[in-house]
């Protein structure tokens, strides 16, 4: 048992907030967290109420007065390489505590879960040691002049809202650049996956973060820690990854004492299939951007868009390659998916499998609940499924579903599959796949999206801009993007 983890009265480990470097003997209710590969509970989790959060908000806003806030930028860029380290010394823990949370296989939370969720940390200490500022001489009529230049000074205190899917890497790659510009944060992990944030609690400690830089507080979206920490009138900036709707809610919310905000929020992201495309690295790249992570990922695939003559081929092979997929104990080396989040998000994954088979869609596989032994007869599994031949029109199509899904239609022309791709709300990821390096830039040009990957997926250089274009987000974060949004610019003005 770890410090971020104390027995229940009931003996089930209990997961607290971390508030001001130490974790909190929970006052009020706690909510249970539950393993969605058999249902089995994990912990009980202390909800944070309206006064946790005002505690975690002031530890925050002291500590940005006290030595965090004199600290330079080559210290601070040392702490955070300490976290780095810290993580990986304890892998085997975060590893465990992410896959017991969320279900997935071992072997993908070990390649990016856990190893790039520490290396988040390692970026943003690079990137804040070459930050540069601007500086602009101008004339004046007494012919000596002035000059101006900008510094940079932190926000202040941030509240990271996160999702389940990715949990430590979506939580540190907003944590990692917000304290490496000097702000303070106060983390609210999905409640779905409210671990790993909680031991990084003790990385923190251990590296020698200064209590109050880092929070967690536990909870839901509205009427609880979510709410009370994104309207909460001592934060001075939100940064958020989750479903639009949840956004469109924060952003009315931020509205209140005028806070800026950062969104990465959902996608129905299409992959563009030309009859030009390397076959194999074609199917071989629309197999993970679309079945990675049982398809819960914000830049997966859940429209392809097949060049006629290739149509019935792709659609066969992708088919095959799927069904080879395999289910099983997350530890297991062979296991190649695993549940989704929970029950609930298995009903609306579910529903959309229903919808497309009363709409007439073919389906080509799946389509349904896989048939699996005892030990994984409470988990939240759905079956990979692909489906032809609906509409254009179809909410299958239009909406994000987030599993392992996606429908294929056939198009004939550059242009008609440019349309097709980008007729939608959300504009996140692309993925196009050709050997004609002229149209890939010819086409990458045009299609509505942040990221537009050519003949990959998922392929990232976290120096570069990400984030969504039309209801997919605002802002840009990633490299020095990141720094504009945790940091504010001010302009001093000497007359010469
Ligand atoms: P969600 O919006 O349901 O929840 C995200 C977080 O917001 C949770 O911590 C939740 O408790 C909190 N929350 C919910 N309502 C709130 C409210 N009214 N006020 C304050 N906080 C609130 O999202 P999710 O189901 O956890 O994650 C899946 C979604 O995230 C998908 O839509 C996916 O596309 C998106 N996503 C986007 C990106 C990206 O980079 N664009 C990355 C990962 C996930």
């Known amino acids: 048992m770890t410090q971020a983890l104390t027995q229940s009265a009931t003996a089930t480990p209990l997961l607290s907030n971390f508030i001001g470097g130490r974790f909190v003997a929970p006052t009020g209710p706690t ?123 932190p926000r202040g205190v941030i509240a990271v809202v996160c999702p389940w899917n990715l949990p430590l890497l979506l939580m540190t790659w907003k944590v990692a650049p917000a304290l490496a510009c000097g702000n303070t944060v106060v983390v609210k992990p999905s409640e779905e996956t409210p671990t790993t944030a909680t031991l990084l609690g003790e990385v923190m400690n251990e590296a020698g973060i200064p209590p109050g830089v880092y929070n967690v507080v536990h909870g839901f979206g509205p009427g609880s820690a979510g709410e009370f920490l994104t309207r909460h009138p001592g934060v001075d900036g939100i940064t958020f990854t989750g479903e639009t709707a949840t956004g469109t809610a924060i952003m009315k919310t931020a509205a209140d004492h005028v806070r800026p905000v950062s969104f990465e929020l959902g996608g129905k992201n299409a992959a563009v299939v030309f009859a030009d495309c390397d076959f194999d690295k074609a199917i071989e790249g629309t197999m993970r951007s679309v079945f990675a992570n049982c398809g819960q990922v914000c830049l997966g695939t859940e429209r392809v868009y097949v060049e006629r003559p290739i149509f019935d081929a792709f659609v066969e092979r992708l088919a095959s390659a799927a069904s080879q997929l395999k289910f099983g104990d997350p530890f297991d080396k062979a296991t190649t998916i695993g549940p989704l989040i929970s029950q609930e998000h298995r009903r609306k994954v579910l529903s959309y499998y229903d919808k497309a088979k009363s709409e007439g869609a073919r389906i080509v596989l799946g389509g349904g609940v896989p048939e699996l032994d005892g030990a994984f007869s409470g988990g939240s599994f759905v079956q990979p499924t692909i489906w032809t031949g609906l509409p254009e029109s179809s909410a299958v199509i239009r909406e994000e579903i987030f599993g392992p899904c996606c429908h294929i239609a056939p198009f004939d022309s550059e242009d008609e599959a440019i349309a097709l791709a980008n007729d939608s709300p959300y504009g996140l990821a692309t993925a196009i796949w050709t050997e004609n390096l002229t149209r890939a830039h010819r086409v990458a040009a045009q299609i509505d999206v942040g990221i537009t990957w050519v003949n990959s997926w998922f392929l990232r250089d976290l120096r570069t801009p990400f984030g969504g274009s039309k209801q997919s987000g605002i802002g840009r974060e990633g490299g020095v993007h990141s720094m504009e949004f945790y940091t504010e610019l001010r302009n001093v003005c000497i007359k010469l």
Do not use: C
Request: charged share 25%.
């Open 31 to 153: 909510f249970e967290n539950r393993n969605p590969i058999n249902g089995e509970l994990v912990n009980l989790v202390a909800e944070a109420d309206a006064a946790a959060v005002d505690q975690a908000v002031a530890a925050a806003r002291q500590a940005l007065k006290g030595p965090w806030g004199k600290t330079s930028e080559q210290e601070r860029a040392a702490l955070l390489r300490k976290v780095a380290d810290g993580i990986m010394r304890r892998f085997d823990e975060f590893l465990a505590a992410e896959v017991r949370d969320t279900g997935k296989p071992a072997s993908l939370a070990s390649h990016i879960d856990i190893p790039r969720g520490a290396a988040n940390f390692n970026v943003f200490a690079d990137q804040i040691l070459t930050l540069s500022t601007e500086t602009f001489r101008m004339a004046t009529p007494d012919g000596k002049g002035a000059l101006n230049y900008a510094i940079r000074v």
